[in-house]
């Protein structure tokens, strides 16, 4: 599980404070995917990132249960000097997994060719989003963190493939997803919660989520 408790983090902007959470309180069960409905500019990223474990809250507590994934398209582990084999094995015997194997699989779904030899530096911005997502399935967590949906590539093929294996690590993982749009939950959420003014309001599907939500815009 992942819990949250009386958790509070804002920011100063230069003019004013702004608030992304107040002494939230919630949990997530495993097996209970939750989706996130949340408005652009009020701190969908900073969840995610409190979530991961990337940002201290300014209070409250936060428990990790099980293995919680880095969120989708985060790039803060990799090293861009190496290539994405190195990478990949890399964190693979960080994570205590096998090199040959998480190297294999990231790089029969990232798709990019000679490049998965070359330096991640090197490489265009869609490619990076293939080949950390590649990476985030091909390690083993229990809560995977996804920030406005799957990363968005002009690769067709990519786009299908990783679609179909996010739904398959559905019935066995966890997810939380984050987003301004109701449908881009609605092929992963099983409960939902709505995020405004600092409070995070839980319901128990998505509908009731997104009539307050609708209500409130």
């Known amino acids: 599980m992942l819990e949250f408790n009386e958790v509070s983090k804002s920011f100063w902007t230069g003019t004013q404070r702004k608030v992304i959470l107040d002494q939230a309180s919630f949990r997530v069960e495993l097996g209970n995917s939750l989706g996130i ?14 979530m991961a474990g990337l940002e201290k809250p300014d209070e409250g507590t936060i428990t990790r249960g099980c293995r919680v994934s880095f969120p989708l398209g985060f790039m803060g582990g990799i090293i861009t000097k190496l290539s994405a084999m190195e990478n990949a094995r890399y964190i693979a015997r ?7 194997y998480v190297e294999a699989f990231c790089r029969w779904l990232a798709g990019i060719g000679e490049y998965f030899d070359m330096p991640v530096g090197t490489y265009s911005q869609g490619m990076r ?9 091909a390690l083993d967590f229990d809560i995977y963190l996804i920030d406005e ?3 968005q590539t002009t690769d067709a ?9 996010l739904r398959e690590r559905l019935e066995n993982t966890t ?6 749009q109701a ?6 959420a099983r409960s939902a919660a709505v995020l405004r003014n600092g409070r ?5 599907s998505l509908e009731e989520a997104k009539q307050m939500y609708d209500y409130e815009a």
């Open 37 to 50: 409905l949340a408005p652009n500019g009020t701190g969908k990223t900073t969840l995610i990132n409190m």
């Open 94 to 100: 960080l994570y205590g997994l096998d090199p040959d």
């Open 129 to 137: 989003a293939r080949f950390t997502f590649a990476l985030m399935l």
């Open 149 to 151: 949906g799957m990363p």
């Open 157 to 165: 093929e990519f786009n299908r493939k990783a679609g179909q294996l």
């Open 175 to 180: 997810v939380i997803i984050v987003s301004h």
């Open 183 to 188: 449908q881009t939950l609605e092929r992963f």
């Open 200 to 204: 995070l309001h839980m319901f128990d």
